[in-house]
């Protein structure tokens, strides 16, 4: 059978037992003091079908048309003329009992039909109790589908920042790479005995930026090696013009960071040094305290007016925005003849 019909046949029972609990419910509470069951079978029919009727008109026209919709004057006003007729069957069903039940004689009625304001009492709470369920029903399916929406639109807010993370690793892969080949080009031109193994520490650097660079997370010692082996082709290439200092002080070897966050700083910092008494000087420091990263470079540089930040950089600083939002700390500061970064951000241990 199919699954709506079922669903359907499935309501329709929830119903009908519904409806038979109010019927008995009635039949019970109004046969108090009566020994007539005809007159209470039929009494408690009527009322049944008044209170049927009022809730599926509160139910599935009042409430979801004008309630829900905000036309609150219209609901009070519909929910007025439904008390108005709630008010009238009810006193013309006492009255069809008192007249076809106990032939005008009102001292033979059971104590609570002789009083309206019980009767419609009992009604209206039936009434209440259906509406109420018929607006949490409302609510929870209403928070239901903005949960479902939410939950949406953060999927795509993540698809598109992971699409974003990887158009900014598109733009360092070739940035980085064309610096780098410059530094062997350079060698390649002097014919250097020292070529074989600058073209293996390039072959690691290349393994590194196009393959590892892809995971979400890598050693921070694997980043730092790398980071050893650029050093060492910047060495090489500046031969006695160049003065560098690496200072490292790491607590674990299973601490993790982002792939190719550190390298562009240190690219960047060759890059753009500048020789000062014919000497370009690069300071580095790298210190892991307790779950926070502290990095620190800095380069002999002189002020240029108006000099914009490289490619390679920018695409980091945004990177560093879009993995740690606020978590971060990032520092450029360009001093007369020096130029510093320092960055601080939180870091994690391989489990």
Same mark, same amino acid.
């Given at each position: 059978?199919?699954?709506?019909?079922? +669903?359907?046949?499935?309501?329709?029972?929830?119903?009908?037992?519904?409806?038979?609990?109010?019927?008995?419910?009635?039949?019970?509470?109004?046969?108090?003091?009566?020994?007539? &069951?005809?007159?209470?079978?039929?009494?408690?029919?009527?009322?049944s079908?008044?209170?049927?009727?009022?809730s599926?008109?509160?139910v599935?026209h009042?409430?979801?048309?004008?309630?829900?919709?905000k036309? *609150?004057?219209?609901?009070?006003?519909?929910?007025?003329y439904?008390?108005?007729?709630?008010?009238?069957?009810?006193?013309? !069903?006492?009255?069809?009992?008192?007249?076809?039940?106990?032939?005008?004689?009102?001292?033979?009625?059971?104590?609570?039909?002789?009083?309206?304001?019980?009767?419609?009492?009992?009604?209206?709470?039936?009434i209440?109790?259906?509406?109420?369920?018929k607006?949490?029903?409302?609510?929870?399916?209403?928070?239901?589908?903005?949960? !479902?929406?939410?939950n949406?639109?953060?999927?795509?807010?993540?698809?598109?920042?992971?699409? &974003?993370?990887?158009?900014?690793?598109?733009? @360092?892969?070739? *940035?980085?790479?064309?610096? !780098?080949?410059? !530094?062997l080009?350079?060698?390649?031109? +002097?014919?250097?005995?020292?070529?074989?193994?600058?073209?293996?520490?390039l072959?690691?650097?290349l393994?590194?930026?196009?393959?590892q660079?892809?995971k979400?997370?890598?050693?921070?010692?694997?980043?730092?090696?790398?980071i050893?082996?650029y050093?060492?082709?910047?060495?090489?290439?500046?031969?006695?013009?160049l *003065?560098?200092?690496?200072?490292?002080?790491?607590?674990?070897? +299973?601490?993790? @960071?982002?792939?190719?966050?550190l390298?562009?700083?240190?690219?960047?910092?060759?890059? *753009?040094?500048?020789?000062?008494?014919?000497?370009?000087?690069?300071?580095?420091?790298?210190?892991?305290?307790?779950?926070?990263l502290?990095?620190?470079?800095?380069?002999s540089?002189?002020r240029?007016?108006?000099?914009?930040?490289?490619?390679?950089?920018e695409?980091?600083?945004?990177?560093?925005?879009?993995?740690?939002?606020?978590?971060?700390?990032?520092?450029a500061l360009? &001093?007369?003849k020096?130029?510093?970064v320092?960055?601080?951000?939180?870091?994690?241990?391989? &489990?």
């Open positions: 059978m199919n699954k709506s019909v079922l +669903k359907i046949l499935k309501k329709v029972l929830l119903h009908l037992s519904f409806w038979f609990f109010v019927w008995f419910f009635f039949s019970s509470f109004f046969s108090v003091g009566s020994k007539n &069951e005809n007159f209470i079978f039929w009494f408690s029919t009527i009322l079908t008044i209170a049927i009727v009022s599926y008109v509160f599935y009042l409430i979801p048309d004008f309630l829900i919709a036309k *609150h004057k219209q609901f009070v006003l519909y929910a007025f439904a008390a108005v007729f709630i008010v009238c069957a009810v006193l013309m !069903t006492v009255a069809f009992g008192f007249v076809f039940f106990y032939n005008l004689e009102l001292q033979q009625m059971p104590a609570l039909i002789k009083n309206p304001g019980v009767i419609l009492v009992c009604v209206l709470l039936i209440a109790l259906a509406s109420a369920f607006i949490l029903k409302h609510n929870y399916k209403s928070l239901d589908e903005k949960k !479902t929406l939410e949406k639109f953060l999927q795509t807010q993540l698809q598109l920042k992971e699409q &974003e993370l990887k158009f900014l690793k598109m733009q @360092i892969h070739p *940035h980085f790479l064309f610096n !780098t080949l410059n !530094t080009y350079g060698f390649a031109l +002097k014919k250097s005995e020292k070529a074989p193994e600058m073209i293996l520490k072959s690691n650097l393994d590194y930026i196009l393959y660079v892809d979400p997370l890598v050693l921070l010692q694997d980043e730092i090696n790398h050893e082996d050093i060492s082709l910047e060495k090489s290439r500046f031969q006695e013009g *003065h560098i200092t690496f200072n490292k002080a790491i607590i674990d070897d +299973k601490l993790e @960071i982002a792939p190719m966050l390298l562009p700083f240190v690219e960047n910092g060759f890059k *753009h040094g500048s020789q000062i008494d014919g000497v370009v000087k690069v300071k580095i420091n790298i210190k892991v305290d307790k779950n926070e502290n990095f620190m470079i800095e380069n540089a002189i240029k007016e108006g000099s914009k930040k490289g490619i390679g950089l695409n980091i600083i945004k990177r560093l925005k879009m993995l740690y939002q606020e978590e971060h700390f990032l520092e360009q &001093e007369e020096l130029f510093r320092n960055l601080k951000i939180p870091i994690k241990n391989e &489990e």
